[in-house]
């Protein structure tokens, strides 16, 4: 039976990742702000294998991925008890959009760190935030490769559980370590940040 994914954000990038997930066989659950019918015309895309649900029960899954706005998060503190849970955080730190995209100041943390903080023990791993989600509904396997998918977390098991994940969904897992080091390189602003690399052999 494969890992369940439950998805809190269902907008671009959360419905783009069901698809991904939904093609690869895993029972995917997806969820929005609101009441989980307003997400009839997306599970009638996804098709068979994605539930509409509420972020409550998206976050029992055995992977989590927070694919909803920074300012949002705080507000998923008190949602389940998020104590060794494995939750991939593919939101980027935006206060503002076009045409400035300013940044929160984290004092010094990263931003998955700072989420990290807002739920209580459990193992973030940062993954699917850096490409545009124009790009990350193509096809994964380009020529003879696959594109890159970084993975940054500090818990080697739920990162080793995320990274299988990526590879069973067609994309190819690039390890950058800690939280503290490898997601500063993903997350908005970030070196690798929107960087479309493709991985040979
Ligand atoms: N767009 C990209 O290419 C891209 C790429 C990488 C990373 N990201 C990051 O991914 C995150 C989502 O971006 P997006 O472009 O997908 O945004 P989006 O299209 O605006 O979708 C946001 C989704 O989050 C839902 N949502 C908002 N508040 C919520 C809450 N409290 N509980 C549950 N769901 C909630 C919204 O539901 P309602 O419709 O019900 O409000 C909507 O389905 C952001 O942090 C963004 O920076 C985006």
Do not use: C
Request: avoid cysteine; glycine fraction near 10%.
């Amino acid at each position: 039976m494969k890992n369940s994914i439950g998805i809190i954000g269902a907008g671009n990038i959360g419905k783009t990742v069901a698809g991904h997930f939904v093609k690869a066989g895993f029972p995917v659950l997806i969820s929005n702000s609101q009441d989980p019918e307003s997400l009839a015309e997306t599970i009638a895309f996804l098709g068979q294998g994605a539930r509409a649900v509420r972020p409550v029960e998206a976050a029992e899954a055995d992977i989590v991925i927070l694919a909803l706005p920074w300012s949002e998060v705080p507000g998923l503190s008190d949602l389940t008890d998020w104590n060794g849970r494995i939750v991939i955080d593919a939101t980027n730190h935006f206060i503002t959009y076009a045409p400035d995209f300013q940044v929160a100041d984290l004092d010094g943390l990263a931003s998955t760190e700072v989420v990290q903080q807002h739920l209580s023990g459990a193992r973030l791993v940062k993954a699917f935030n850096t490409i545009f989600f124009k790009i990350l509904e193509q096809d994964p396997q380009v020529g003879n490769g696959n594109r890159v998918l970084f993975v940054s977390g500090d818990d080697s098991e739920a990162k080793a559980v995320v990274s299988q994940a990526i590879s069973a969904i067609g994309f190819a897992p690039v390890d950058l370590g800690s939280l503290a080091v490898g997601s500063k390189f993903q997350q908005a602003k970030g070196a690798l940040a929107t960087l479309n690399l493709v991985k040979i052999g």
